[in-house]
């Protein structure tokens, strides 16, 4: 299985400033055939399911603010949170679908400070 | 707009069987388009995916639970049902259903998720 480790575990910034948050997966998740990586990231408020956030690394799902960004490739990978806002205090995890199983980090508690 | 919904009892006695349905409003599960998705999550903890299915029934599940899951698809009903055999206290967790991104590259990737059905193991 592919591991996804993600760091740090738990953050607290400041509203109004930026989280990063860094994922690495134990091997590459670029596809050479279409130079597409196989990552995304996901928001989990508390009592709720997560929310799909980020796909192929960087592309923002409909409707997600453009605080939030994704970069990233190969095995290294990173979400930035700019501008932090309340409502983003959530547990944030990666995920690679690159193969099977499917695999997601431990998750990232962003708190505000 | 697109919306899943898990059902089923929450408490479960060790060795019987775990049984849930997700029911999809505002889309069709027999849609080529996409897959169709379980993932738990352990209270306290992260996720873990137990399988996809397809709306022509073909399936993928996780190697630590294959031994143990069926999940079928009923397109007449519009929904797709998780069973988990001889559970003990460790697969108690949050049952979520979901929808794939689509049925190529994306088909692990999980864009639509339900609420989340919390299932209990316990004597």
Known sequence: DIVMTQSPDSLAVSLGETATINCKSSQSVLYSSNNKNYLAWYQQKPGQPPKSLIYWASTRESGVPDRFSGSGSGTDFTLTISSLQAEDVAVYYCQQYYTTPPTFGQGTKVEVK | ?123
């Open chain 2, 1 to 123: 707009q697109l919306q899943l919904q898990e059902s089923g009892p929450g408490l479960v006695k060790p060795s019987e069987t775990l049984s849930l349905t997700c029911t999809v409003s505002g889309g069709s599960i027999s849609s080529s388009s996409y897959y169709w998705v379980w993932i738990r999550q352990a209270p306290g903890k992260g996720l873990e995916w137990i399988g996809n299915i397809y709306y022509s029934g073909a399936t993928y599940y996780t190697p630590s639970l294959k031994s143990r899951v069926t999940i079928s698809i009923d397109t007449s009903k519009n929904h797709f049902s998780l069973r988990l055999s001889s559970v003990t206290a460790a697969d108690t967790a949050v049952y979520y259903c979901a929808r794939s991104l689509d049925h190529d590259g994306g088909w692990l990737q999980f864009a639509y998720w339900g609420q989340g059905a919390l299932v209990t193991v316990s004597s």
